[in-house]
């Protein structure tokens, strides 16, 4: 591709839903403890929206902090990206509601993207492309997620491990500046079925059957998905580096997908990186797919734990399976 611009981070943002629900809370909806959660995932509470607080609602409260760190209005948006894997509804998408909340011209083309966990990582990746080609100038590319009201809550196995929250971006095209290293990105569909929500669409239509046997709910095979994780993240993060041509030592901080503690040392250790190099913020957030990476860099950046002009590595997995890693300046 002949590159036209390079893509310049102008501001991030985020957002989660004031209703805190602990482990402690759990113990009384599951047979669970905060001890077990604790000790085999880091989880100690997450964020859970209002029945009547839906994706898109803070998806916009992440928008418009990103909006006002960047110094733009909405109308100088050229192109909304929305990750998710808990939209508001199948169509339209959560990127056009969002649209409808920001008053921004109706013009804007908006999208959703779907790359579960991975998704910021992959919509990072589109962003960059658009901008790069010279496509688009100035880009809002969030990472939003339910997932509060996508899990079976009878169901410990899953419903310890997830959260709501949202993280924004905004991308805009420069001459001078490029903020992007690297991305790579990687998808291996045959393993769909260890981590899926499997009703709701053409496979099992909405009956009263498929509500019976929940496939409305967050369905995963936990062992099978933490042993892919660890080795997808190690490869995505060390493909990403080699891309962006930096070394181990260049990077400030790395700021992993937030699924499961231990995940993230088993990763931090097969890349040779020490635990104090390494952002973790799931012990209040829980999973939240893919606001995970971007809520984290939005905190790290608030926390002074990185200063503008720091490189950092981001680096996801997910359903699908999905996974990716990017290299940024901030
Ligand atoms: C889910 C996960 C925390 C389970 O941890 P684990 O160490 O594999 O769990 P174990 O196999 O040692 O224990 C499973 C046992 O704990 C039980 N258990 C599961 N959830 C529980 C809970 N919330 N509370 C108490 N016990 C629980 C199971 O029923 C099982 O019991 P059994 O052995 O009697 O059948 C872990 O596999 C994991 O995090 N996987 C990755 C999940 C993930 O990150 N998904 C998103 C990726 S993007």
Known sequence: MNKKNGVKILGTGSYFPKKVLTNVDLEKIVDTSDEWISTRTGIKERRIAEENEYTSDIAYKASIEALKTAEISPKQIDLILVATISPDMLFPSTAC?????????????????????????????????FIESGLYK?????????????????????????????????????????????TYLEAEGAYSDLLFLPGGGTVNPVTTKT??????????????????????????????????????????LFIPHQANIRIIEAVAKKLGISMDRVFVNIHKTGNISSATTITALDEAIKVNKVQKGDIIELVAFGGGFTSGAAIIRI
């Open 97 to 129: 509601f969002l649209q409808k909340k920001l008053g921004s011209k109706l013009s804007t083309p908006a999208f959703d993207l779907s790359a579960a966990c991975s998704g910021f990582i992959y919509g990072l990746t589109v962003a960059r492309a």
């Open 211 to 252: 509500m019976d046997e929940k496939l409305h709910a967050i369905k995963m095979q936990g062992k099978e998905v933490f042993k892919a994780a660890v080795p997808k993240m190690a490869i995505a993060a060390k493909k990403a580096l080699e891309l962006s041509g930096k070394q181990l030592e260049d990077i400030k």
């Open 138 to 182: 100035t880009i809002l590319l969030v990472g939003a997620e339910e997932l509060s009201k996508f899990v079976d809550w009878t169901d410990r196995n899953t419903c310890v491990l997830f959260g709501d929250g949202a993280g924004a971006m905004i991308l805009s095209a420069s001459k001078e500046e490029d903020d992007i290293l690297s």
